[in-house]
T-cell receptor
Framework: NAGVTQTPKFQVLKTGQSMTLQCAQD?????MYWYRQDPGMGLRLIYY???????DKGEVPNGYNVSRLNKREFSLRLESAAPSQTSVYFC???????????FGSGTRLTVV | GIQVEQSPPDLILQEGANSTLRCNFS?????LQWFHQNPWGQLINLFY???GTKQNGRLSATTVATERYSLLYISSSQTTDSGVYFC????????????FGKGTKLTVNP
C-alpha cells in the first residue's frame, strides 16, 4: 500500500540510551518531515528535508539528529534519550506543487 | 513565528448535528491544511486549502486568506467524525513547513 511507513510503533528507552526512528515513503515525494505530538501542544516540527541530501531544523530540534538516506527514507536519531523526549513521533511527506501532507501512523516513545 | 489559534477547543454534538470549526492565523500563508486525528491516533489530511472553498462529502472548508481565517464545516455529523481536528499553516517563504494549532476535540454522541 502506498504511503508513509514508520518503525517501530512503540518503544521504551532508559534515560541515556540511543535509538533511531525509521521512516520510508513510496510516493516519490520530495519533502519529508518529523513532528512530535505532546498532550495539549498540537504537533511541532523537529526537522525537515526539502530534498535528498538536505535537512533543516524545525521548531524543536535540540536532542535530535536526522539523516535523509535517499529520496524514500528519512530517519530521526536520539543520541541520549531524556524523559522530556517522551512523545508520539510522526513522519510525513509532501511534494512540490501540492503540499498536502501524508502522515505515517506514528511511534509512541517512552523514556524512563 | 506564525501563530495558529483554533476554536472551540472542545465540542460535543449529537449525531446528525452540524458544526463549524474555526482557525485563525497571525500572518500571510501560502499553505493551509485541515487534518483529522482519529481516536487511534492516525492523522488524515482532509483539505489542502490555502484559499477558496472546497467540499468533500459532508465536509467542506473555506479559507479567507486576506482576513486570516479558515472554517471547517461538518454536516450531519456521525460518531466516526469524533477525534481531533487540526488546522496547520505554512508561512510565505517556508510554506512546506507547517505550524499546527492545538486542535479542536470533537465528540459525536449516538
Amino acid at each position: 500500500n502506498a504511503g508513509v511507513t514508520q518503525t517501530p510503533k512503540f518503544q521504551v528507552l532508559k534515560t541515556g540510551q540511543s535509538m533511531t526512528l525509521q521512516c520510508a515513503q513510496d510516493m516519490n515525494h520530495n519533502s519529508m518531515y518529523w513532528y512530535r505530538q505532546d498532550p495539549g501542544m498540537g504537533l511541532r516540527l523537529i526537522y525537515y528535508s526539502a530534498s535528498e541530501g538536505t535537512t533543516d531544523k524545525g521548531e524543536v530540534p535540540n536532542g535530535y539528529n536526522v539523516s535523509r538516506l535517499n529520496k524514500r527514507e528519512f530517519s530521526l536519531r536520539l543520541e541520549s534519550a531524556a524523559p522530556s523526549q517522551t512523545s508520539v513521533y510522526f513522519c510525513a511527506s509532501s511534494t512540490q506543487g501540492y503540499y498536502g501532507y501524508t502522515f505515517g501512523s506514528g511511534t509512541r516513545l517512552t523514556v524512563v | 513565528g506564525i501563530q495558529v489559534e483554533q476554536s472551540p477547543p472542545d465540542l460535543i454534538l449529537q449525531e446528525g448535528a452540524n458544526s463549524t470549526l474555526r482557525c485563525n492565523f497571525s500572518d500571510s500563508v501560502n499553505n493551509l491544511q485541515w487534518f483529522h486525528q482519529n481516536p487511534w491516533g492516525q492523522l488524515i489530511n482532509l483539505f489542502y486549502i490555502p484559499s477558496g472553498t472546497k467540499q468533500n462529502g459532508r465536509l467542506s472548508a473555506t479559507t479567507v486568506a486576506t482576513e486570516r481565517y479558515s472554517l471547517l464545516y461538518i454536516s450531519s455529523s456521525q460518531t466516526t467524525d469524533s477525534g481531533v481536528y487540526f488546522c496547520a499553516v505554512g508561512a510565505q517563504g517556508g510554506s512546506e513547513k507547517l505550524v499546527f494549532g492545538k486542535g479542536t476535540k470533537l465528540t459525536v454522541n449516538p
